[in-house]
């Protein structure tokens, strides 16, 4: 690119965000359709860092602290929640806007630079993460901005310089953009680091190895100074923790259906193809590099929830760089190589570009709604009062009920092994239920229940459920070394005064692996309270 184009992308870009800061604004919240859940999880987690409280160390989680710093600078600052969200987006892509236009500056010829710093740019300020997704959501946010800056490293780490650049620039932004991705979600940065580090090495671009190296060990150097080495500790901890978990191993399909379900298959084969064409037109080393970054793209598409191939806009990029030589002999079956290999990458485009109009659209969509039909996830909570979601999920208590547990008349077809709802504790069968919506109504009628009938004041529950997010409802305590979002085990269990068991979780089969472990530490549970919604068991010793 030359200057005047480099001036134009990035007046381009910078119209982006300014246009989606607008939509942003002027609604003066954040308003969601759906996936609550998952935006309680984060409003749990920025509330404990609030006051003062460390991921890791405080409570767990396998996403990274550089997942909340941004939104949490915002909270710091007196905006709610929902408007810290959404203006930290907007920050992260200024932030990133120079290493987006340095990569397309110094990589890319023309249109397609200007279509992957478009693509990145859109990824970190959506409000969807993709799919058919029909409505605005805070989830997976952090996996959007690991992908744009994914696409910056292997653009910048694989693909040979058309300009002029600086050895010492591409590897400072390399090593610190993969640094900052083990800090968000370090499934990215084991994706992706090897085939950087091989792009550098192959194309002798040792000063920007070293330099790469350089930048991820002092931002380490840095993190460990501020926060110590039990930080570290903690965060490999819950890692292996979530490794191990049975109740969410991975969060969508398995990842041999992530690689070829029908859904996905079809950008698994251009993948393989477009390695088997590239070798055979003599790009040996694009062909090795493209074989590397394969299980890097099939493994975080599988470790990401809805399973979006982002990856595969980035992959069309490559090899419109690649496409062969004019005069390359011909391939398998006389196939003109240079036009195979086009027609993968407009294949790649093709199969994810609804995703992208749908990721694009998102601000417009968030802009167009009313916010009459939205309700305060968390009523009367000050700073939680702008992450609103839409009344018919949020007022709406719609529930999954099974009808052939042991006391039904169907009792006789129930097979146990189908069933992952219903369990039994303490002598007695809990029905399968599962919610489906109305969280807000839920959590909120136990708390108030909860408090007029005097538990309330400083003590703690854990729940039996997917989260255990009482206390942001009333005036329950947070959990000590608890898990915003359960995983597996106990955490926070031992610092709990009660264990809620609800009657109609939101997972089944994380209510029935706890009342497993609970049953297992073999400890007096009295029992102190009955509704139609929950039991309420005191916490005691264990039983001699």
């Not at 979530?242 to 690689?259: A, D, K, N, Q």
């Not at 916010?371 to 305060?376: E, G, I, K, P």
């Not at 996830?377 to 009920?401: C, H, Q, T, W, Y």
């Amino acid at each position: 690119m030359n200057k005047t184009n480099i001036i134009y992308l990035a007046a381009c870009l910078l119209s982006i965000i300014i246009l989606a800061c607008a939509f942003y604004v002027m609604k003066g919240a954040f308003l969601i359709g759906g996936h609550e859940g998952d935006t309680l999880h984060v409003m749990q987690i920025l509330a404990r860092m609030d006051a003062g409280q460390l991921p890791h160390k405080d409570f767990m989680t396998p996403i990274g602290i550089l997942a909340f710093l941004p939104i949490l600078l915002f909270v710091k600052a007196g905006f709610g929640i929902g408007m810290s969200f959404l203006l930290a987006q907007i920050l992260l892509a200024f932030i990133m806007l120079p290493a987006v236009i340095y990569a397309a500056a110094t990589r890319l010829f023309g249109w397609l630079g200007w279509l992957f710093s478009i693509s990145a740019i859109v990824l970190i300020l959506a409000l969807v993460h993709g799919e058919a997704q029909g409505f605005t959501s805070a989830s997976m946010y952090y996996n959007r901005w690991a992908w744009a800056m994914s696409f910056v490293v292997v653009v910048i780490g694989v693909l040979r310089p058309r300009q002029a650049h600086s050895n010492l620039a591409d590897g400072l932004i390399c090593g610190a953009l993969l640094a900052v991705l083990v800090l968000i979600k370090v499934t990215y940065f084991v994706a992706f680091a090897p085939p950087v580090a091989l792009g550098f090495l192959l194309r002798r671009q040792y000063k920007a190895f070293m330099a790469a190296i350089g930048a991820g060990l002092l931002m380490a150097v840095l993190v460990t100074l501020n926060l110590g080495l039990e930080f570290w500790q903690g965060y490999i901890s819950d890692l292996l923790e979530v490794s191990r978990s049975e109740t969410r191993p991975s969060p969508g399909r398995s990842l041999s259906e992530s690689i070829s379900n029908p859904a996905y298959l079809g950008g698994s084969v251009i993948t393989l193809a477009a390695v088997v064409f590239l070798r055979q037109s003599g790009r040996m080393q694009e062909g090795m590099l493209l074989l590397l970054l394969a299980p890097g793209f099939f493994f975080v598409t599988w470790q990401n929830y809805g399973n979006d191939p982002q990856w595969l806009i980035l992959l069309a990029i490559l090899l419109l760089s690649w496409l062969p030589d004019e005069n390359a002999a011909p391939g398998v079956f006389g196939l003109n190589l240079r036009a195979g290999t086009g027609v993968l990458s407009v294949a790649a485009i093709s199969f994810i570009t609804p995703s992208y109009v749908n990721l694009s659209m998102s601000h417009v969509q968030h802009w167009s709604q009313d916010v009459d039909r939205y309700t305060a996830l968390v009523p009367n909570s000050g700073d939680f009062s702008d992450v609103m979601l839409v009344n018919k999920r949020a007022l709406a208590v719609d529930a999954e009920i099974t009808m052939d547990g042991p006391n039904s008349v169907f009792a006789g077809w129930n097979d146990a092994e189908l069933r992952e709802t219903g369990v039994e504790f303490q002598g007695e069968y809990l029905e399968g239920c599962l919610l489906k919506s109305g969280l807000t109504p839920w959590l909120d009628t136990i708390v108030t229940d909860l408090e007029g009938a005097g538990f309330s004041g400083g003590t703690r529950l854990f729940a039996a459920d997917l989260f255990s997010s009482h206390w942001m409802y009333g005036e329950f305590e947070a959990l000590e070394g608890g898990a915003p979002w359960y995983y597996g085990g106990l955490p926070g269990y031992d610092s709990a005064n009660y264990l809620l068991v609800p009657l109609c979780p939101v997972s089944g089969a994380v209510r029935r692996q706890i009342l497993e472990l609970v049953t297992k530490r073999a400890e007096v549970l009295t029992e102190l309270r009955r509704t139609s919604l929950y039991i309420l068991f005191e916490l005691g010793g264990v039983d001699s």
